[in-house]
């Protein structure tokens, strides 16, 4: 396996609707990305989607972006991990590079939520036989780890607003955020309607739509194209029981845990050399969940850290730095895909207001469903 580095992004801004269709936002992006990299094409696309075929009624996203972005001939394939997609789709494209297979490949990612209400179209991600028609839903099943998580370690109600506080904050500078025009203190966040008890409206990712991609080539090549390459240090996945109802522990998010180890193996680093970190914060109590199973806070502490906190931008574990899920917003299928768009500005000096000092090196984890499956990336100045 080959090194592998980012060697450009294209992204447009996060809407709560767009009237471009899915093949115009992701041939936009990849034709960003393939201009800002100096080059005419690619040798493949992967593209991921969550919900195009109940909601736009299309299938076979890869091809169709390929075409529109004027790419016919290429390899371009769609590829799902439901609410993980873009991190999917990312390990594809990692892989397709590292195994040499291809020289160069663009992910892309690219959702519109707006055109009807995705909520059953989301529950697909959970079990269709014992969980969907007891009515569960991936808000129900988060609300029901939040409502676990408080009573389990006794804590107020508001434990947990501080994540939605810290993300409304980073995405006030970051031009692609969907809410860069608000901002909120933990009072605003309790005082947010109820969706789900205990989960409040600003504890929830929005419906919205986007699209972003990144192009990936060899590590040794890198001289040969425009911009400042990002290595992927290391990319990896892992699942855990596909029902939260059969895992000893659901509070314990073990995909993550077992990926993210897999992945600083593979990377030869420890916890203590990240310097940020992108994480799939499409609910606050799963935010909370990973800062604890990967080992950045103890079992019932991680709220801490966003409550007193040391999870902003110039803190020892900054997350969400240009806004994250809650406040960039999650286009599901695109949305890993703007993380890594992210963390290359991070890693590249060119966040802007909100950029880390010094930052050396990124990581990023994506969600799938309720935790079945769970995506690590680290990417390396």
Not at 12 to 39: F, H, S, W
Request: proline content about 4%.
């Amino acid at each position: 396996m080959r090194p592998v580095a980012v060697i450009s992004i294209g992204q447009v801004p996060v809407k709560k609707r767009y009237d471009l269709g899915l093949r115009e936002l992701g041939a936009a992006v990849v034709q960003t990305a393939i201009d800002q990299a100096g080059l005419t094409k690619v040798d493949a696309l992967f593209a991921s989607n969550m919900l195009s075929d109940e909601l736009q009624g299309q299938k076979h996203i890869g091809a169709l972006i390929a075409d529109t972005a004027g790419l016919a001939g290429i390899e371009a394939w769609q590829v799902r991990a439901a609410t993980a997609s873009g991190a999917a789709a990312l390990r594809a494209a990692f892989l397709a590079v590292a195994s040499g297979a291809v020289d160069t490949a663009v992910a892309v990612g690219v959702e519109k939520m707006s055109s009807q209400f995705p909520t059953s179209a989301l529950a697909k991600a959970l079990d269709a036989r014992s969980e969907i028609p007891d009515g569960k839903t991936l808000l129900s099943q988060n609300a029901a780890l939040m409502q676990l998580y408080l009573q389990t370690y006794q804590l107020p109600d508001d434990a947990l607003a501080g994540f939605a506080v810290n993300a409304h904050l980073n995405a006030r500078n970051n031009p692609n955020a969907l809410y860069n025009d608000r901002q909120f203190t933990s009072a605003d966040v309790m005082a947010s309607r109820l969706i789900h008890p205990p989960l409040r409206l600003l504890d929830c990712a929005p419906v919205c739509d986007g699209a972003a991609a990144v192009v990936l080539a060899p590590s040794a090549d890198v001289g040969k194209y425009g911009g400042t390459a990002v290595s992927i240090l290391a990319s990896s996945a892992a699942t855990d029981r596909f029902r939260m109802a059969d895992r000893p522990d659901p509070l314990y998010l073990k995909a993550a845990a077992v990926s993210l180890e897999t992945a600083l193996n593979t990377a030869n680093i420890n916890r203590s050399d990240i310097d940020f970190f992108e994480l799939h914060d499409a609910f606050s109590i799963m935010a909370c969940l990973l800062l604890e199973a990967d080992g950045f806070a103890e079992r019932g502490k991680g709220w801490q850290m966003a409550a007193e906190g040391k999870i902003g931008r110039n803190a020892r574990l900054p997350i969400a730095t240009m806004g994250g899920l809650k406040a960039r917003g999650h286009p599901i299928g695109a949305t890993a895909l703007y993380q890594t768009c992210e963390i290359v500005q991070q890693l590249t000096n060119q966040a802007g207001q909100n950029q880390i000092e010094d930052a050396q090196i990124g990581l990023l984890q994506s969600v799938g469903g309720a935790a079945a499956t769970v995506f690590t990336h680290i990417f390396g100045k």
